[in-house]
């Protein structure tokens, strides 16, 4: 259910904010919305939160930009939500994330393999408050997703959605998260348009 909404002017446009959660549980999820949701093949982007590449514009991963350039692309087409969850470090939270970068910065060692290093599911994303949201929203069943992640589209196949296309993102980003995205096409098989992301110098 809604639990708190307004509107947001921001430097990528006018959005509709707002808070779900569920009967009985503190647990909730933002989303960022534009314009009418229940047309088929309406653009959704499952955002997990990143406090350092969004608010502190850490040069460690690609969230910030990744984030900024989905409100544009909102607010391009005039439609589309993003849902914003709290998952930080891949659903571990911000103790392990940062227990996690530390490990990678001592040992040299890539985000997945910290995470088995500190005896951590690589993922641990649990996308149930999205589904909730989406039809909180009365999103189309049929969607367009912007993300290169096979793991969101599987996910929001399980809560019934139609993924009819899927883009990537694009936008520019540090080196050091360009090296990043090009660990987690490896490891995490994203499916990386690198044509499409640029990285500063
Ligand atoms: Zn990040």
């Known amino acids: 259910m809604i639990i708190a909404t307004t509107v947001l002017e921001t430097a990528q446009g006018e959005f509709s904010v707002s808070t779900h959660g569920t009967e009985g549980s503190p647990e909730r999820c933002l989303t960022i919305s ?20 969004e608010a502190l514009s850490a040069c460690d991963c690609d969230c910030g930009p990744q984030l900024a350039t ?21 659903g571990a939270g911000l103790d392990l994330k940062i227990q996690g970068m530390e490990r990678q910065r001592i040992k040299g060692i890539n985000s997945y393999q910290a995470y088995e290093s500190l005896g951590l599911p690589r993922d641990m994303r649990d996308y149930s408050l999205a589904g909730t949201a989406l039809a909180d929203l009365g ?13 969101k589209r599987s996910a929001l196949e399980r809560l019934g959605y139609v993924v009819e296309s899927q883009f990537a993102l694009s936008y520019t980003v540090s080196q050091r998260a360009y090296d990043y995205l090009k660990m987690k096409q490896v490891e995490g098989e994203h499916s990386l348009d690198f044509d499409k992301i640029d990285f500063v110098h």
Do not use: W
């Not at 949701?37 to 499952?46: D, I, S």
């Not at 999103?139 to 793991?151: E, G, R």
């Open 34 to 53: 534009q314009g009418y949701l229940g047309a088929a093949g309406t653009v959704v982007r499952l955002h997990s939160s990143c406090i350092f590449g």
């Open 70 to 90: 989905a409100m544009q692309e909102v607010d391009k087409r005039g439609s589309g939500t993003i849902v914003y969850l709290y998952q930080e470090g891949r």
């Open 139 to 151: 999103f189309a069943k049929t969607v367009t997703l912007m993300s290169n992640n096979p793991t």
